[in-house]
């Protein structure tokens, strides 16, 4: 989860995530060397007295100031595409769990058990427990085995919210009467959070998303013992 006075993105929990950390990293070098060739350029030109009539009007610069942007525009659209086209990618999922926002509380759905549901609430601030984040527990965690790869079918009951967990790369509209979708594999063990990030209402802030991600074996447990208490 991110930290204070933390200047990147989050650590990646999912491969997609992975992929978009190296795609911000690529395009922010492209713009960093863009950046210092032109402030080369505005010092020079306002710091020399020097003038070259062959610069003045040149058919090579202007091909080349045309030639290079698009090259640019290329080196960054195709990994975009790339990573545009993996994040909609849905192969055999092992696993599908219906979210829906309501106000304002989500609601787990986990479609391949037959009475497997419940409801994920913010704890308060007054119940918090030694060690838990203000604002971002949830008295139910969304469980989730690793390296099993995953489908949310994300909907919402009665105003837009939005489904966002950043550690794994995953942002979701969760639109009334329309179900969206969207899928990924966590790496490794670990609690991941997030937030709905959708303007939802008067407490729009204090419906957090908590996922928690455990070995195969964790997971039946746990929803064994779900479907023993439902």
């Known amino acids: 989860m991110a930290h204070p006075s933390q200047l990147g993105f989050q650590d990646a929990a999912s491969p997609v995530m992975e992929e978009l950390l190296h795609f911000h990293d690529h395009a922010l070098m492209i713009v960093f060397l863009i950046s210092t060739l032109v402030l080369y350029i505005i010092v020079a030109m306002v710091t020399t007295n020097l003038t070259n009539k062959f610069i003045l009007d040149s058919q090579e610069i202007e091909i080349i ?3 290079l942007p698009a090259m640019i525009l290329i080196l960054i659209a195709l990994p975009s595409l ?7 990618e849905i192969n055999d999922p092992h696993l599908t769990i219906k979210t829906i926002g309501h106000q304002w509380y989500w609601s787990y759905e986990y479609t391949d058990y037959e009475a497997l549901t419940f409801d994920s609430y913010m704890i308060p601030t007054q119940d918090l427990s030694p060690g838990q984040f203000r ?9 989730i085995p690793i390296e099993s790869p995953v489908r949310a079918l994300v909907s919402a009951d009665d105003v837009l919210h939005s489904w966002a967990v950043p550690s794994l790369g995953v942002k979701m509209d969760a639109v009334p009467g329309r179900l969206n979708q969207t899928a990924f594999i966590i790496s490794r063990p670990g609690v991941f959070f997030g937030q709905c990030s959708e ?3 008067a407490n729009h802030s204090f ?11 964790h997971f039946e447990n746990w929803s064994s013992m779900m479907l023993q208490d439902a």
């Open 199 to 201: 303007i939802c209402g």
């Open 207 to 217: 419906m957090p998303i908590v996922v928690e991600a455990v070995p195969l074996e």
């Open 82 to 88: 790339r990573i545009l086209y993996l994040m909609d």
């Open 135 to 143: 604002l971002l527990e949830a008295d139910h965690r969304m469980v």
């Open 65 to 67: 100031w045309t030639v």
